[in-house]
Structure formats: C-alpha cells, structure tokens
C-alpha cells in the first residue's frame, strides 16, 4: 500500500484506451465501474477530442457481484460489437473487474465475433499507464499480424530491399498517441523531415491507424520508435520476429535530430544527410548563438518529465543552450536505466519517483532557474516562484496548443526555444518588476499577465471553482460592502517639502511621494518637510 | 454490500410519510406561476434504462467536501483508478499539501487482507504524524476496497482507540459499485451523524453542503426571520459538530442525502418538506418551509423575503428572454436534474424533453415532482447509447451532462452545458438565480455571438 496524492500516470487500462481512442475502426470493451468512465474526459477535454473514446463499459454494479456478471460482459461485448462494427477488438478489465476474475477475454473469445479479439491482461496493481499503452499496442499488433509470422530461420530483409525493388525507402512511425505530449504535430513534422529526405512513411500507429494498416507494418523498410514508452516493446519485437531494424534516437532537439537522420541513413542505406542542414533547417543554432542569447549561458535549469523528454530536455539544455543542469528525473520507472546514464554523463544523480512532492522537494533544493517539466512540476514551480515550460505529459488543456507546436524535427527545435526561453524572460522581467515593486504602476493586480512566474500568493490554485465563486455577479455582493479605507495619521506635506517634490521629475514623482508618506506614517512624522523627503530616500535606497 | 448501495426505486413508498406540507404562504403568494402545491402532475410512466452508465463515482464528492471542511483530510483506499479520477475531477486544483489522498492497494494488500490492515495503519500512521493539523480523517472505500472486504469501519476503530482523540476517524464508502457521483457525501455526511452530540433544542439544521457565501447568506436572512438557531451538516469544522435531537428540524440543502436525512430521522430530528433552494422560487419556499416550522409571521415571511423575490426576478428576466421557449434535455449525473429542470421550465420557460437522474428518491423529490409541468419524461438509470440516440433524435436546443460528453456532442452542434460545475459553483438561493440562469444561458449565448463568415 502506498500513499499518494497525485498520480503521473493512469491505470494501465487508460493506457489502453489511449492507444484505442489514437486509432480508427477498433473498439475496446472493458470490463468496469460506472465511475471509471471519468477516463473519457481526459480525451474529449484535456485533448478536446470531438467524440467518445471508443470504449463500452460494462459499468457493473455492487448488485450485480452477486449474479452474472459473466453474462452481463458477454452482452456489452455484443452490443459493443453489433453497434460501432469494430475491425478488431480489445477486451480487458480495471482494477476492479481484474478482482473478481470474470475474464472478459476469455469470454470475448468464446463468442465468434467475427472479428479478431485482443484479449488485454494489464495487472492493475502493479503496472501503469504507459505501460498499459505499450503493451496493448503489442498485444494488438501481434494479434493482427499472427499470419504473417515468417517461419523460424527466415533470412532477415535487406534494409535496402527499395533499392532492388525500386521505389524509395519507408517507414513506419510508431508511439505517436492522444495524451503524449504534441504527438499530433510531431507526426507532420517528422512525416516532412523524412520526406525532403526521400523516405515514405509507410504506418503511423497507433495515432491514425486502422487495425488494416496494422497488417502492413512488416513492409517498412524500418520502424522508428518516436516514442520508446509507447512503442518501445512492439518495435522489439517487430525486429525480433520479422527483422525490421529500429531507428531509436528520438529527433528532439538538433543534436538529437542530426543523429537521428545519420542512424536512419545508416539503417536504410542511404547517403549520410549534409553536415549544414540543422543551420539551413531550423533557426535554433543562431537563436542561440546569437548575442542576445548570452544571458542564458550557465542558467540552472531542473529537468523532471517522461524518460522520452527528460533526455532530450537535458541534452538540449546542456548542448544547444548552453544551461546547467542541476536536476534531471523521470517518472518512468521502465525506462529509468536510460535516464540514471544521462544524468550521469551531466555528473548527475537521477531522480527516479512517481512522487511529485519529492520532486518539489529536490526542485527547490537544485535552486534552479528553470524548470521544465509536466503540468505538475508548472504548479510546484509557480509555487516557488521559478519559471517553467512544459515538456511533456501528463497534460492539462492547455498543454495542448492550437497552432502547429511540434518538439521533434527542426521546427520542434524552434519551439523548444521560443518556449524555454520565453518563461525566463518573463521571469526577468518579474524581476525588474520586484525591483520597482514600490512604483504605482506596479500595484498588485497589474502584475497579473506574469502569473507564470509570480511568487506564490496562496498554497493553492482552485481556478475554476474560485472563478465561479468570483463570478456571483448579482445581488449578492450588495449584500457585503466594504468599508472605505481608513488611512491613520497621514503626514501633511510642508510648503518647503512640496516645493521639493515638485523638482522630482515626474515619471518618479508618484512613486516617491508614496515612498515619502509611507516613510513618515512608519517613523511617526506628521509634517514632511525637505528633510523627511531625503531622509526617506536615503531610506529607500539602502 | 454497505447501507448505500444503488437503491431501487421504492415506488412511492414513503408518499404518504411526507404530505406536502408547504406552507400556506409558500409559493403560491407571489410565485411566478401560481400553482396548487398538493396535486401532482400527472407525468408520463417513468423510463427505467439499465445499461452503461456514465456518470462519476462517489469518490469525487472530495473535492468539494474537503474544500468545506479544511481540517479534514479523505484518505481513498482503493486503487490506482480512483487516484487518477479524482485528480482529474479535482481538474487544476493541486495543493501544496493535498487534504486528500489514496492509499493504493498493492499486490501483496491483495494476498492477504492481514497485511492490507498492517499496511494501512502504517499509512495512516505516516500521514497522521506528517499532518498533524488534520482533526478528522474520512477512510473512503473504493470498489476494490468493497470487493476484498477490507473492514474500513474495524479499521476506523483501531485508529480511533490508538490515536486516543487527537483525530478522529471515520469510514464511508464511494465506491463505483454502490455510489454515484454526488451520493458520496451523502455516505461522508451519513457516517458523521452516530458522532453528533444529542440536544433537545428546537434548532433548523441545513443538511448539505453550501457554498460559504450562499450560506451566509441564508445565515443573515434566517436571523432576519427570526429563525434559529441555524446549524450546519457538514459544519465548516470537522470538529463544530451540531447536535442533533427531536427539536431539530431538518432543511435539505442538496437532494442527494437520502442515508443521512434518514440517519437523521432515526435521531429524533424531523425533515421539512420544501423544493430545493434553486431559483427564486424553490429558494423562497425552501426559507419560507423552515419559518412556518418556527411559527413565523407569514406577513414577515412576505415582508423579509419578498422584496427579495422581486429582485431575484428581476434580474432573471433577461436571462428568461434567453431561455424562453428552448428545448432541454437532462442527462443523469449530479442528481441536481429534477430540481433543476423545475427552475428552469418554471422560471425560464424552457421545455423539458427528458431529465434523467441517476436514481430517483421519491420522497426526498416529491415536492419537485409537483411543480414540473404536466407531462415531463423522467428517466433514471441510464443506457447511454439509447439515451444519446434519444438526444440525437430531439435535437434539444441544450443537453446538460457530464464532461466526458458534452465536446462530443457540441461537435454534433448539440450546446451543452457541464453538470460538475454545478456542484461547485455557488447556485443556491434568491440571490444567485439569476447566476443560475446564466450557467445555463451562456452556451446559448455564445453560439450566437460566434460568427466564422
Ligand atoms: S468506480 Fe470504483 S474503482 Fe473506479 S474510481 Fe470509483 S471507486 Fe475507484
């Protein structure tokens, strides 16, 4: 048993669901209480999807424990079936159902649906979300191609088949799914890259892909694994069974997109990519480069994120920005080994916990400058008052941008630079803000554009319900007035002193005729003469 | 499986338990519409669905409940699932430190439920010594806790004698398997009555949980009736129980508290039969149901509250020109439907084309069973696919749901309306109609102003 007040990742069978909403033509019947159908709204809100995920849940109840449930699956599977005619189906259970052991597999295979049936066991008790989605994603796609299984022994293709058969090399794209971080614009861009290089896309899965596309993954030439926490485990095996190289290095970032593109030319037999594309491609280098960018040298920066983006955050941070990493983590227990080494190579230990108040912890331990991180590490950044720009999932709404925002490829790269660095000027200018703190432009509510990274106000952030609270506009509020403030012994200001302020040129006048009186009502002075004017200044300038 | 579970209908059982019993000055005085409060409309048979159903479990009450009663902390035992649905629930609000929580059951809780017990002392011991502000601590079953038989209420106890007062702990369950959505406090209330002191005083006790504002308000308004003393289940203290006795009069706040309005009964405590405090006209009969209980002048009654009313109504009239005339269809969800779509067919003229609950207590709905118009389709339970083929098919003007819904069916060009903000939104009472109104007025409005030629 294990205390915890925020979870990095769903159930396992959420997992699932992603990997069936990401895709056209399959159904997922799961077997579950009413209450986990709150899992829809992580699609048709936080991805603001315009339809239902595809999943019939049976939604038993306490009364039904004590008659057939059995029976109760068998009828959501066939009305499941009869009503959206899935080309393949997922059959699994939640946490719940996996405790009173129906098997809706099982039964799900014993019915003749006519369609073929992915029986999903996703141990709810120890596996998680992204887990879920990688298995499920293998399990479906050995399912599907369980025909075209070469016999033992078979000779693997050559990776320059093309060449032979005469057409351009492909690929498949496989890990882009609903709730990764921008899967959406990172298929267009990555689709574009291999392109302009001469390379078809051949699949993307599960992102798109109907379970018939599925059946035409041994054809790619490679497979590239875009997202190793989702495709991870299928792109093995697809190389194990049917010989299909893997391409591996995640395109985030330019280093991180030049090695990809060698290691892709390298597999497909292919001349290596021009030494100065990244510099034609992507504005990032002279961005960074640039004069203007020399404020950013050696800025402190802590890294907590799926492995995926924690890795190519930190290599970013510390190749191409020229940052400190001075923390780097990943909830990803399953892909932990990958991130301890590139930790270890930045000379650091990393952080491997699905506890965010541990993460806050080191956050605030590392002191950094930026933070980059989930939607999670955005709150306990905010909380101490440090800039911060997403970079991977779990999401909120607005997460998910509207415009075109990919991270992979070259235009990822300008992204990732307008967005890390946009929060650390806004965190600048907070500064220069605090700065002038006492200046009547800068009264509190003025500053509220700069929430990003404004210090902390309250412990908690209740948006939405507050709002509504904020948002009794009617009668209400007559009720409770507020009296006028009441200010206590306020100085008056001597002819000579006035005669002073009126020689302070006037974009500072305001500010220090506050500044005066403040001065004089802490001290005790009723009559601000010249004399009280300096000394306040005095005051204020320490 | 627990007291709670999913009820069946007890067709018109308890009617006779609770005649109405409006006052004389209720509604009918200056109400919108005057109406014989007694008669029941004669409304078509009642549409019984029994299929998926998508509506949250008892669990997400927290979020509320635990914003009500600061010093108290929700610890879920449960699985990773129930974790996940109440953060998403609980949407942006994340806390420093969280006043609730899940214990997640692992492999080894499962093989055996000694080890579970152990397990669960030893967190509950961890969080109790790292928050040592918590004064009450709700242990909450889950479907997985319900299903292994883990004994939270043996467990309360055992916490109980060890920590010797400092907290107190009791047990509920919210689980999917025996709750809905809004039923959870129902389950926390419920299991806070056996530990409310006994008193003979005549006192109005508001059963319920309100916003803290709308709740002044009604505070401010009651003492203007001269009604009182007024108390509060659940109170803003976990600690500030009221008591509770044959002198209490009961005033339902929400209609979701079946468990505990009949633990209440079964104190001593009488409920006043009243519509819920929705609207102008539900709030002032609401008010004017605890003040005839406290023999009140019904000339102060109109003198105090009508003004009131006056106003209220005045600013819900340019939302009424909104609403007027546009068709509604109520999914089942927060178990607010019924008194909602009383307001909103009585006090905006909308038409009703179908108000689904989740369950449908008769006796704690029978006043706002009278005042829906005549014919008004109720379904309970629900089958989603044929309720939403029913939605398809009427093409209402505004479908109230739940979130997982409401994107996919303004894709369709159906406008909706969310039903969770209700529950956190401050909506009860004479001053907040108007506010009401709006909820439900603004996807209609901004359909209107959106322009894309
Ligand atoms: S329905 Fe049951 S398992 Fe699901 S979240 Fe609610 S209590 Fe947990």
């Known amino acids: 048993m294990e205390l915890t007040l925020w979870t990095y990742e769903g159930p396992p069978h959420v997992g699932a669901m992603r990997i069936a909403a990401s895709m056209e033509g399959l159904h997922y019947v799961l077997h579950a209480p009413q209450g986990d159908t709150y899992a829809d709204l992580l699609f048709t809100m936080i991805e603001r999807r315009d339809r239902r995920p595809p999943v019939t849940y049976t939604t038993f109840q306490a009364r039904d424990l004590g008659g057939d449930t059995a029976e109760l699956v068998k009828r959501s599977i066939q009305q499941a079936v009869d009503r959206f005619k899935p080309e393949a189906l997922l059959v699994g259970e939640s946490c719940t159902a996996e405790l009173i052991q129906d098997q809706p597999g099982a039964l799900a295979g014993g019915m003749n649906l006519g369609v073929p049936v992915v029986n999903l066991e996703l141990p709810a008790y120890s596996k998680k979300e992204n887990w879920g989605a990688a298995e499920t994603l293998y399990q479906l796609c050995r399912t599907l191609l369980r025909e075209q299984l070469p016999a033992p022994g078979t000779p693997r293709p050559s990776p320059d088949r093309w060449r032979a058969e005469g057409r351009r090399p492909r690929v498949n794209l496989l890990g882009p799914s609903l709730l990764g971080f921008r899967c959406r614009d990172d298929i267009k861009e990555i689709r574009g890259l291999l392109g302009e290089h001469g390379i078809d896309v051949n699949v993307v899965a599960p992102m798109g892909a109907r379970p018939a596309d599925l059946v035409r993954l041994p054809e790619a030439d490679a497979n590239i694994c875009l997202y190793p926490e989702v495709a991870g485990p299928l792109c093995s095996w697809l190389e194990r069974q049917f010989g299909t190289p893997v391409v591996r290095t995640v395109p985030i970032g330019v280093g991180a997109t030049r090695r990809f593109l060698a290691e892709l030319s390298a597999v497909l037999d292919l001349e290596a990519p021009e030494a100065n594309e990244a510099d034609l491609r992507s504005r990032m280098p002279w961005y960074s480069r640039s004069v203007d960018s020399t404020y950013l040298t050696g800025k402190r920066v802590f890294i907590f994120a799926d492995a995926t983006h924690a890795i190519a955050a930190a290599r970013i941070a510390a190749d191409e920005l020229g940052f400190t990493v001075v923390g780097l983590g990943t909830y990803s227990r399953e892909l932990a080994r990958e991130v301890r080494a590139t930790a270890k190579e930045l000379g650091l230990e990393a952080l491997i916990t699905d506890d965010y108040l541990a993460v806050e912890k080191a956050m605030g331990e590392a002191a950094p400058e930026l933070v980059l991180g989930t939607q999670m590490e955005r709150h306990s950044a905010k909380r101490l008052g440090i800039p911060c720009a997403v970079i991977s999932a779990p999401l909120h709404v607005q997460d998910v941008p509207a415009r075109y925002a990919p991270q992979m490829g070259w235009e990822g790269a300008n992204v990732i630079f307008d967005s890390w660095v946009h929060p650390l000027m806004m965190g600048l200018e907070e500064h220069l803000i605090g700065m002038f703190r006492h200046d009547f432009e800068f009264v509190e509510g003025h500053r509220s554009h700069l929430a990003e990274g404004a210090p902390p106000r309250q412990a908690a952030a209740p948006e939405p319900a507050l709002a509504a609270v904020a948002g009794s506009a009617t009668a209400a509020a007559s009720a409770t007035l507020a009296p006028p403030t009441v200010t206590e012994g306020t100085a008056v200001w001597s002819a000579d002193g006035e005669a002073a302020l009126r020689k302070i040129p006037f974009f500072v006048r305001g500010k220090v005729k506050t500044n005066t009186e403040t001065f004089a009502r802490d001290h005790g002075v009723a009559s601000i003469t010249e004399e009280v004017l300096y000394d306040a200044k005095a005051h204020y300038s320490k | ?453």
């Open chain 2, 1 to 453: 499986m627990g007291s709670s579970a999913l009820r069946p209908v007890k067709e018109s059982v308890d009617a006779a338990r609770f005649p109405h019993s409006l006052p004389p000055d209720g509604l009918t005085r200056k109400g919108p519409t005057p109406v014989p409060m007694a008669s029941t409309p004669t409304l078509p048979p009642l549409l019984r669905e029994s299929g998926q159903r998508e509506v949250f479990c008892g669990l997400t009450s927290i979020v509320w409940l635990h914003r009500r009663m600061p010093d108290a902390f929700f610890l879920v035992v449960g699985s990773r699932t129930c974790a996940h649905l109440v953060q998403s629930a609980a949407g942006v609000m994340i806390f420093a430190e969280p006043r609730f929580g899940t214990a997640i059951l692992g492999e080894r809780d499962l093989a055996g439920l000694a080890d579970a017990n152990e397990e669960l002392d030893r967190v509950v011991n961890d969080l109790l010594e790292r928050r040592p502000e918590i004064r009450t601590l709700f242990l909450v079953g889950s479907c997985p806790s319900e299903v292994i038989k883990l004994d939270l209420a043996k467990a309360a106890e055992r916490i109980n004698t060890r920590m010797r007062g400092r907290v107190r702990v009791v047990n509920y369950s919210g689980s999917g398997i025996e709750t809905t959505f809004t039923q959870g406090e129902d389950g926390a209330l419920s299991a806070l009555v056996p530990l409310l002191p006994s008193s003979d005083e005549k006192q109005l006790l508001l059963v319920g949980t309100l916003a803290d504002g709308v709740e002044d308000r009604f505070l401010t308004l009651f003492e203007r009736l001269g009604v009182g003393p007024v108390r509060s289940l659940p109170p803003r203290q976990s600690t500030a129980l009221p008591a509770v006795g044959p002198g209490t009069k009961l005033l339902l706040a929400q209609p979701f508290l079946s468990d505990t309005v009949r633990a209440l009964e079964r104190r001593g405590a009488t409920r006043l039969a009243s519509p819920y405090p929705l609207g102008v006209e539900g709030s002032r009969a609401w008010m004017a149901a605890a003040a005839a209980a406290f023999g009140v002048d019904p000339n102060l009654v109109a003198e105090v509250l009508d003004p009131l009313v006056e106003r209220g109504r005045r600013a819900l009239a340019p939302l009424r020109r909104q609403l007027e005339g546009k068709r509604l269809f109520l999914m089942p969800d927060s178990q607010l439907e019924i008194p909602l779509a009383r307001f909103l067919s009585r006090e905006c003229g909308m038409e009703l084309v179908e108000v689904g609950t989740p369950y449908l207590d008769r006796p704690l709905m029978a006043e706002e069973l009278a005042l829906l118009p005549q014919g008004t389709q109720l379904s309970e339970g629900q089958d989603l696919e044929r309720q939403l083929e029913r939605v398809r098919a009427a093409r209402p003007d505004l479908v109230v749901c739940g979130l997982g819904i409401a994107n996919p069916l303004e894709a369709e060009g159906i406008a909706t309306k969310w039903s969770i903000e209700l529950v956190f939104s401050p909506i009860h009472g004479i001053d907040q109609a108007a506010d009401l109104a709006e909820l439900f007025a603004r996807p209609l409005h901004r359909r209107q102003l959106l322009k894309w030629n």
